[in-house]
Nanobody, 123 residues
Framework: VQLQASGGGEAPPGGSLRLSCVFS????????IGWFRQAPGKEREGVSC???????THYAAPVEGRFIILKADSNRIYLQMYDLKPEDSAVYYC??????????????????WGQGTLVTVSS
């Protein structure tokens, strides 16, 4: 299993970014997939997740209404981020697990995740 996130960068408050995750070795009929983030000195924080077979979509309260998780095809998902805030600054990771729980929660850790991509929101 491999997951690779990209698309991070700098954006001003109120700006937008789109993160991309390319993955292999995963069947989305069997796995949930999504995003978590970690800022320096802070715990891992779940951001968003798509359940197995698109069964449901979850957003963490701090990003609901501003972020959209999209499944592009069988090997790529996106995280479209709007109205970015300084508190959104973090390394964002694409992750997969049998359930959304480990992706959306602090513990336990998801079964799979890849290298992250840094998002910095600053004026």
């Amino acid at each position: 299993v491999q997951l690779q996130a990209s698309g991070g960068g700098e954006a001003p408050p109120g700006g937008s970014l789109r993160l991309s995750c390319v993955f292999s070795g995963l069947d989305l009929g069997t796995y949930a997939i999504g995003w978590f983030r970690q800022a320096p000195g802070k715990e891992r924080e779940g951001v968003s997740c798509i359940g197995r077979r698109d069964s449901w979509t979850h957003y963490a309260a701090p990003v609901e209404g501003r972020f959209i998780i999209l499944k592009a095809d069988s090997n790529r998902i996106y995280l479209q981020m709007y109205d970015l805030k300084p508190e959104d600054s973090a390394v964002y990771y694409c992750a997969a697990d049998a359930q959304c729980g480990p992706i959306s929660s602090t513990t336990p850790a998801p079964g799979y995740w890849g290298q992250g991509t840094l998002v910095t929101v600053s004026s």
